[in-house]
C-alpha cells in the first residue's frame, strides 16, 4: 500500500474521533461526562503495556552520564525487553540491517536536561554492533542549531552515521496533517509568504521523516512540560516531525487533539519500534530550558514499545518530584493521553501498564 493511501485509510478514525469532540463540546458542560485522567476502564479485555526499567545507582557521578555503565543498562533492558540473550540480536529483533533507523531526540535544553548524548551514543554503539551500516542510522530532531549546541554533531565524525535536523531538511508537499484550525506560516513552514483559501490549515511532515527513513527509535528526556505534563514521546515525535506547528502549541486542549492525530499518521506512528525515556535525571520545572536546580536524580533508563505508557509513568514521576520538592502540581488538561488511546497508539490507564524494574549491579 503506498503511503498517500495509508493516510487515506487512517482518516475516516480521524474524523470520526474529531466528530465526537466536536458534539461534547456543543452539548450542555452537565450532560458531558468528565472522566479523571487515567481513570481505569472497567474493561477487562483493554491492552496492556510493557514497561523495562533499569536503575544503576552508578549510573551518574556529579550530574553526568557514566558510558559504561549506560551501556551496561541498556544492553540488559533491551535483552529483558525482547526475550533474546544476545544484545545484537535484541536490536535485530526490531531493525534489520537494511533499515534506515531515524534516532529521534530532544535537543533543546541542552546536554545535561535534553536526552543526553552518552544514551543516544550507547543505542548507537549497539546498532553498529548489530549490522546496521553508518550511513543508516540518523540521529535527528527539529532544528540543527540544538544538535550541534546539545554536542551530538560530534557523533558523525565518531561513528560515521548522520546528524540532521526535520525543519533543515525541507517538507514534503504530498504527506501531510490537515485540521480547521488555521495557523499563520513562519519562515521556516514550507507554506510561508503563500496566499489563498486553506493556507495554513497543513502541517507538512518533513523530508528526512518521509525521504530518508523507514524505522524510528524515540529517545526522550524526563522533563516536564507545562501543558502537557512531559516533553515525552508523543509530544517529541509529533512537534519535531512536521511544519505550521505554532497554532498547536496556545493551550493544552488544542494539543490534547493535534497530537496524537499528528503521531497516528502512518509515515510517522508506524515506524516507531522503541521508546526510551531518559530517566537518570528527573527536570520536574522549566519546560524547554535546562534548569538542574529543580532536577532529581533518578539513574533510570525506561524501555517500552508504548509510548503513551511512557508519558503516563513519566507524568506519574514528575507530580511526585514536585510533591517532594514542595511545588504544587500544574493543573493542565491531560487529555492528550487517553486520546492516544482512543486512535490505539497505547495504553494510558496505569492498571494496565506491566513494569519490570531491573538493577544493574556495580562491577565488584
Given at each position: ?48 503495556a510493557r514497561v523495562v526499567v533499569v536503575e544503576d545507582p552508578g549510573a551518574t ?131 510561508f509568504g503563500r496566499k489563498g483559501p486553506g493556507i495554513g490549515r497543513k502541517s ?161
Open positions: 500500500m503506498s503511503r498517500n493511501a495509508q493516510l487515506k485509510a487512517r482518516t475516516p478514525r480521524l474524523v470520526i474521533y474529531g466528530a465526537g469532540l466536536v458534539l461534547a463540546l456543543l452539548l450542555p458542560r452537565s450532560t458531558v461526562a468528565q472522566t479523571p485522567l487515567f481513570t481505569p476502564t472497567p474493561d477487562k479485555r483493554a491492552p496492556t557521578e556529579e550530574l553526568l552520564a557514566v558510558p559504561d555503565r549506560i551501556q551496561a543498562m541498556v544492553a540488559r533492558a533491551m535483552t529483558n525487553l525482547t526475550g533474546k540473550a544476545l544484545v545484537a540480536d535484541a536490536w535485530r529483533s526490531l531493525v534489520s540491517t537494511q533499515d534506515v533507523v531515524g534516532i529521534k531526540i530532544f535537543s533543546e535544553p541542552g546536554p545535561n536536561s535534553g536526552t543526553r548524548p552518552v544514551v543516544v551514543a550507547a543505542v548507537v554503539q549497539d546498532l553498529l554492533a548489530a549490522g546496521v551500516p553508518p550511513n543508516h542510522i540518523i540521529v535527528w530532531d527539529r532544528r540543527n542549531i540544538d544538535l550541534r549546541m546539545a554536542g551530538f554533531c560530534d557523533m558523525e565524525q565518531r561513528y560515521g552515521i548522520r546528524v540532521m535536523g526535520s525543519s533543515d531538511a525541507g517538507y514534503d508537499e504530498k504527506t501531510f496533517y490537515e485540521t480547521a484550525l488555521l495557523g499563520n506560516p513562519i519562515w521556516t513552514d514550507l507554506e507538512y511532515v518533513s523530508k528526512l521523516v518521509v525521504k530518508e527513513m523507514t524505522k524510528i527509535i524515540n529517545i526522550t528526556p524526563l522533563m516536564h512540560h507545562n501543558l502537557v505534563g512531559v516533553s515525552g514521546n508523543l509530544y517529541g515525535l509529533a512537534m519535531g516531525s512536521v511544519d505550521n506547528t505554532t497554532r498547536f502549541q496556545t493551550d493544552a486542549d488544542t494539543m490534547g487533539r493535534s497530537i496524537p492525530e499528528i503521531y497516528a499518521l502512518p509515515i510517522l506512528g508506524d515506524r516507531v519500534v522503541l521508546n526510551i525515556v531518559d530517566a537518570l535525571i528527573c527536570q520536574y520545572e522549566g519546560q524547554d530550558r535546562g534548569l538542574l536546580h529543580y532536577s532529581s536524580v533518578l539513574n533510570e533508563l525506561r524501555f517500552s514499545r508504548d509510548p503513551v505508557a511512557l508519558d503516563v509513568l513519566s507524568i506519574q514521576e514528575i507530580d511526585r518530584q514536585r510533591q517532594l520538592a514542595g511545588i504544587l502540581n500544574v493543573k493542565t488538561n491531560l487529555d492528550l493521553y487517553p486520546n492516544a488511546s482512543l486512535l490505539e497508539i497505547g495504553v494510558s490507564n496505569p492498571k494496565h501498564i506491566q513494569i519490570d524494574k531491573l538493577t544493574v549491579k556495580p562491577p565488584l
